[in-house]
């Protein structure tokens, strides 16, 4: 049986919930605080998911309320909060390199490592 999925809502929450696990909530103390760091990186993930640019992710999430409400979005970012967001944290680190290792592991393999524990 597969796990992968091909809706944009469950997509978003696996990416949503994974980065609560991986990322700190904001990048600095001195963060605006408008999006999360985990908000922020779901809507990566969706972006290239849906194989559309930073603006077109922008008007999805604006169309899609019930797909804000999956991640707890308030307001939608400006397709420049994105851009700046996937530099900050797409970056080549060992950090990214984990997380890049944790989510191309299919779901049910990571399920069944996690119950053997």
Not at 19 to 31: I, T, V
Not at 71 to 95: C, G, V, W
């Amino acid at each position: 049986m597969s796990t992968t999925s091909k809706s944009p809502r469950n997509v978003l929450r696996v990416a949503y919930a994974t980065a609560k696990d991986a990322l700190p909530k904001y990048a600095h103390r001195f963060s605006p605080k408008k999006f999360t760091q985990h908000q922020l990186f779901a809507c990566l993930v969706l972006k290239e998911f849906l194989k559309t640019d930073y603006r077109g992710i922008v008007g999805i999430l604006s169309d899609c309320p019930n797909l804000c409400d999956a991640i707890e979005l308030e307001h939608i970012p400006h397709f420049t909060t994105l851009q700046k967001a996937a530099d900050r944290l797409l970056k080549k680190t060992p950090q990214t390199e984990s997380w890049i290792k944790r989510l191309s592991q299919p779901q049910a393999r990571r399920s069944s490592r996690s119950a053997r524990h």
